[in-house]
């Protein structure tokens, strides 16, 4: 048992080597985003957004060619009377979508490969918009919260630490693909109030934010 619980705080340790790295990376740039005007910093949205459109083109191209032949090829299923031919299309679109399927995952690689790649510029970006608009400034324990939470981990963090603050980091960065972002929580008022605490960061960068939450009955 202690072996075991050795290996793992070793293990964890390693992680958290790692991630001091990429924090190290955000911290250099910090002098450098803070030289920025207001519109400089909004424009570097769409830089990022550009960076990963580049990273992401040859992958994004095969996989809208095989939903475009997906596609024609259902309109012709739907032509075509003859069974040996209607069979011939109907093994066609399986394989089609199959190879969608496998574009999908090898899109989506790519792109978590292109933030993964800004995402110290983009942490960086989100810190100094939070210290112009709400007057925060992300420390460096919540910036490895933001980079646990962008990795698909989970980030334990007490009372008080900030994790609505950290949550402005992974939820910015990943906004950038174009895809949208959900931040979900069980807590309603948590719910109405951090889109409107939170907003002017995003505003700040350029993204927009709502809130879903039950409707009080009438």
């Not at 100094?128 to 324990?141: F, M, P, S």
């Not at 900030?162 to 402005?168: E, F, N, P």
């Not at 693909?177 to 929580?185: D, E, I, P």
């Not at 889109?195 to 960068?205: R, T």
Request: aromatic share 6%.
């Amino acid at each position: 048992m202690l072996k075991w619980l050795t290996s793992l705080v070793d293990s964890n340790e390693k992680v958290v080597g790692k991630l001091e790295n990429v924090v190290a990376e955000i911290n250099k740039l910090e002098p450098e985003f803070q030289a920025l005007t207001d519109e400089q910093l909004k424009a570097k949205t769409a830089e990022f957004k550009a960076d990963i459109a580049e990273a992401t083109t040859e992958a994004r191209r095969e996989f809208d060619e095989a939903v475009s032949q997906l596609n024609e090829t259902r309109t012709n299923l739907n032509t075509v009377e003859n069974d040996v031919q209607r069979d011939e299309l109907e093994t066609q679109c399986g394989r089609l979508q199959l190879r969608i399927t496998e574009l999908e995952k090898a899109l989506k690689k790519k792109e978590k490969e292109a933030l993964n790649d800004i995402l110290p510029e983009a942490f960086a970006a989100v810190r100094e918009a939070a210290r112009r608009t709400i007057r925060q400034r992300h420390y460096d324990v919540q910036l490895l919260g933001g980079i646990v939470l962008h990795e698909g981990k989970i980030a334990e963090m007490k009372t008080g630490e900030g994790k609505t603050l950290v949550a402005t980091l992974p939820l910015y960065l990943n906004s950038l693909t174009g895809h949208g972002v959900h931040l979900a929580t069980v807590n309603d008022y948590l719910a109405r109030r951090d889109p409107y605490w939170m907003g002017p960061v995003y505003s700040a960068l350029g993204v927009t934010v709502a809130c879903i939450f039950p409707q009080v009955p009438g």
